[in-house]
């Protein structure tokens, strides 16, 4: 029985999935940690400028320099086309504000109550 064997169909051409396209938003994470990180790598140095400078530098402009850096990286972000990143730079600029807020409350709320 000589019975004709067909070949075999060709495979589809098989090509791999399209990459998911990569947010050139930025990131919101990412935004947080700069304004940590710019406040305390920012705070610290400011620290350091005022206490080697014997009169020659004003205090509160060196230390109001960090939140300087701050405003103006959310808006260098912001002009870059990065706006949820400029965003986490705002909300990790208002938590160090709250933080800042809430610890000065509870300073003046011990103060208030003469240490009972």
Known sequence: MN???EPRP???SWT????PTTDTRGSLWLGF???WLVAIVG????LVIVGASSG???ALTVLALPWLAEI?????LAAKGKPRTAGGVAIGLGTI????????AACFSLLANNFR
């Open 10 to 12: 060709n495979p589809p």
């Open 97 to 104: 504000i709250a933080i800042a807020v809430l610890l000065i």
């Open 72 to 76: 103006g990286l959310i808006v260098w």
């Open 43 to 46: 705070n610290v140095v400011a």
């Open 16 to 19: 791999p999935p399209p990459r």
């Open 56 to 58: 020659g530098a004003s």
């Open 33 to 35: 940690g700069l304004a």
């Open 3 to 5: 019975v004709p064997i």
